[in-house]
């Protein structure tokens, strides 16, 4: 069966998830993801590719990016993961493949959607029982969307920006989002089966009218049709 056709839109943001092999772990160690990073400090600078929310789990990662034109995204997703792979396959004395298969990515919405993502992001150690709450993870970006920590490589979606009146307020009122959420609850579940159904099928997660506005832009259908329960 060939690949679907990547989502590639300038401005318009990207959830991307890169798995490891059959599962296998892709970070062992702290040196692992602060080489990791590096990278992808790197490979975003060079494809100007605008990097608003991350997490680096045991086996994957999720990013929520937005390209400023075409191409580039595949282009920083295949420098990042080839370079990485050299880096892993040498520390620890292997060969062959890392990463199952390319990685899978979905169209973003503005507003609530892109937010939704923010969090669904940022709170994956909490659903995985890896800690009990986003900000005792270090491998992610939500110290610094949430409580200001400085970063010169992270860039707020324009979503981020409407929480509030100023930076302060947005980290405020996305906090409050935060600690809502209730990942163990059937609602999340549904949520989590929307975002995977959506990132394999190379898909759109927004509104109708931002899922038709994608489609006629792409020429191929992204409306899914998921089940209810």
Same mark, same amino acid.
């Given at each position: 069966?060939?690949?679907?056709?990547?989502?590639? #839109?300038?401005? &318009?943001?990207l959830?991307?998830?890169?798995?490891?092999?059959?599962?296998?772990?892709?970070?062992?160690? +702290?040196?692992? *993801?602060?080489?990791?990073?590096?990278?992808? !400090?790197?490979?975003?600078?060079?494809? /100007? #590719?605008?990097?608003?929310?991350?997490?680096?789990m045991?086996? @994957? &990662? @999720?990013?929520?990016?937005?390209p400023n034109?075409?191409?580039?995204?595949?282009?920083?997703?295949?420098?990042?993961?080839?370079?990485?792979?050299?880096? =892993?396959n040498?520390?620890y004395?292997?060969?062959?493949?890392?990463? /199952?298969k390319?990685?899978?990515?979905?169209?973003?919405?503005?507003d609530?959607?892109? &937010?939704?993502?923010?969090?669904?992001? /940022?709170l994956?150690?909490?659903?995985?029982?890896?800690?009990?709450?986003?900000?005792?993870? @270090?491998?992610?970006s =939500?110290? @610094?969307?949430? +409580?200001?920590?400085?970063?010169?490589? %992270?860039?707020?979606?324009?979503?981020?920006?409407?929480?509030g009146?100023?930076?302060? /307020? *947005?980290?405020?009122?996305?906090?409050?989002?935060?600690?809502?959420?209730? #990942?163990?609850?059937?609602? =999340?579940?549904?949520? %989590?089966n929307? %975002?995977?159904?959506?990132? %394999?099928?190379?898909?759109?997660?927004?509104?109708?009218?931002? !899922?038709?506005?994608?489609?006629?832009?792409?020429?191929?259908?992204?409306?899914?049709?998921?089940?209810?329960?």
């Amino acid at each position: 069966m060939p690949n679907r056709k990547r989502n590639d #839109v300038p401005g &318009i943001a990207l959830h991307i998830t890169q798995r490891g092999n059959n599962r296998q772990r892709i970070f062992k160690d +702290e040196n692992d *993801c602060q080489r990791f990073a590096g990278m992808l !400090i790197r490979f975003a600078k060079k494809y /100007e #590719v605008a990097v608003h929310a991350w997490v680096f789990m045991p086996n @994957h &990662i @999720h990013l929520l990016v937005t390209p400023n034109s075409r191409h580039k995204v595949g282009r920083m997703m295949m420098c990042l993961t080839g370079c990485y792979t050299r880096y =892993y396959n040498a520390k620890y004395h292997r060969t062959g493949t890392l990463y /199952e298969k390319r990685f899978f990515s979905s169209l973003v919405g503005d507003d609530e959607y892109a &937010i939704t993502v923010y969090r669904y992001i /940022e709170l994956n150690p909490v659903k995985a029982r890896l800690t009990r709450h986003p900000r005792s993870w @270090h491998w992610s970006s =939500y110290r @610094h969307n949430a +409580e200001g920590l400085f970063s010169k490589f %992270l860039q707020p979606h324009k979503a981020f920006l409407q929480l509030g009146r100023n930076p302060i /307020e *947005c980290r405020q009122n996305y906090r409050k989002l935060v600690n809502a959420t209730k #990942v163990h609850s059937r609602e =999340y579940r549904k949520l %989590l089966n929307t %975002l995977r159904a959506t990132q %394999l099928a190379q898909g759109a997660f927004g509104s109708d009218d931002f !899922i038709e506005a994608m489609s006629a832009r792409l020429g191929r259908k992204l409306k899914l049709k998921l089940d209810e329960d």
